[in-house]
């Protein structure tokens, strides 16, 4: 579901940043946009199925895991910068997952 998310929300920045030629559906978006679009739907689809075995919250927190994800593809693969505050951010992020994803009394 997070790769599905990922990749959806990448396909929409390149779409967003298509000329106004290639928007093509409907005059407002290109095939990027909409495939994106289809990607976020899957990843819906996915989510829904991991409902049936995770309680929400545990779920949910994992989820969101696709908030650093989304950060760090954009950097990789759209050359977007991460600046030190991002950064500091991303940590802060990912440590609230770790709090809230793993229940401490569970593991001890």
Not at 16 to 32: D, K, Q, S, T, Y
Not at 34 to 57: D, E, Q, T
Not at 70 to 94: D, H, N, Q, Y
């Amino acid at each position: 579901m997070i790769a599905c998310t990922v990749g959806a929300n990448l396909l929409m920045k390149q779409g967003a940043a298509a000329a106004p030629a290639e928007r093509v559906l409907f005059g407002i978006m290109g095939w990027r946009t909409f495939f994106g679009l289809c990607v976020f739907a899957l990843a819906g689809l996915v989510y829904s199925w991991i409902l049936r075995f995770l309680p929400l919250n545990v779920a949910q927190s994992f989820a969101s895991v696709q908030f650093v994800a989304v950060i760090l593809a954009s950097s990789l693969l759209l050359a977007e910068p991460i600046s030190s505050g991002r950064w500091i951010g991303i940590a802060l992020i990912a440590a609230g997952i770790a709090l809230v994803g793993f229940d401490l009394q569970e593991l001890g």
